[in-house]
């Protein structure tokens, strides 16, 4: 493994143990040149997938632009990394076990709606709004309508509990 700080092409693995449930290896690894430490990962690839773009243009799946996509989706939110590593690693599998040499980016951004959908609904509508190139706030609401009674409606303001009298406003303390 070629060392990501200084290029030398000897480094040295000083602790592996398992990690995703046992689907991939974690590997600390020092540079004897530049004393440099790193993580990689060792996981199982059961097929090359190739994704098939909107262009029309074919290139290999990778499995770290899925893990940024859904990063960025996922940014300053409060889900476990567990849980995002599960996700990522359970669409790779999909993927890989479904048999075709080939799956469109469509297909790909369907099963992360999917996952993200269940995982985080800012988080959806994030990359939803990437993925589905919404131009206009109608966009938002529609999707924000198949996501159920939960939410409120854009624009509409959270009903008052009944019979709870409206509370003062608070005054910031002094500070001295």
Request: with cysteine.
């Amino acid at each position: 493994m070629r060392c990501p700080y200084c290029g030398g092409s000897e480094t040295q693995v000083k602790d592996s143990r398992p990690s995703e449930d046992g689907a991939a290896i974690r590997r600390r690894r020092v540079c004897p040149d530049c004393a440099g430490r790193f993580t990689t990962f060792e996981r199982v690839q059961l097929r090359e997938v190739v994704v098939l773009k909107r262009s029309g243009k074919r290139v290999p799946f990778d499995r770290d632009k899925l893990q940024r996509s859904i990063d960025v989706a996922l940014r300053k939110r409060a889900v476990d990394p567990e849980r995002i590593e599960r996700l990522v690693s359970g669409i790779t599998r999909q993927l890989e076990s479904a048999g075709e040499p080939e799956v469109t980016s469509e297909a790909i951004g369907e099963l992360v709606m999917a996952g993200l959908k269940g995982l985080d609904d800012v988080a959806y509508v994030r990359f939803a709004s990437v993925y589905k190139n919404f131009r206009e706030a109608k966009d938002f609401e529609d999707l924000l309508g198949t996501l159920g009674d939960g939410l409120l409606a854009v624009g509409a303001e959270p009903e008052s509990p009944p019979d709870e009298p409206d509370a003062p406003p608070r005054r910031r303390a002094a500070r001295s």
